[in-house]
């Protein structure tokens, strides 16, 4: 019922900076919050940055003050402001949604991943 697309991985320079967007479309009644998570080979899965639809915020101790996430609650769409990129932030970063529809509780949702590489 519900999907979410990422858009906006590529490859930067370290000291660079990309933004990533996810658009969560389908059945939605609401959604709780978004966030981004990423993994790098060889690594687990890692919570990056999660928002509420009331504006809160939590971030990974290793992006804070260079990571920025937002959210358009009308476009249901979550944002990544990623600066001062460092060769260890290369991962496949994954746009999570706990969304509530027609299903008796809220579920969590994943989006395809999109690739960010940073070179140094």
């Known amino acids: 019922q519900v999907q979410l697309v990422e858009s906006g991985g590529g490859l930067v320079q370290a000291g660079g900076s990309l933004r990533l967007s996810c658009a969560a479309s389908?059945?939605?009644?609401?959604?709780?919050?978004m966030g981004w998570y990423r993994q790098a080979p060889g690594k687990q899965r890692e919570l990056v940055a999660a928002?509420?639809?009331?504006?809160?915020?939590n971030y990974a101790d290793s992006v804070k003050g260079r990571f920025t996430i937002s959210r358009d609650n009308a476009k249901n769409t979550v944002y990544l402001q990623m600066n001062s990129l460092k060769p260890e932030d290369t991962a496949v970063y994954y746009c999570n949604a706990v969304i509530a529809t027609m299903l008796p509780a809220p579920y969590d949702y994943w989006g395809q991943g999109t690739q960010v590489t940073v070179s140094s």
């Open positions: 928002i509420t639809s009331g504006g809160s915020t």
């Open positions: 389908g059945s939605i009644f609401s959604i709780n919050a």
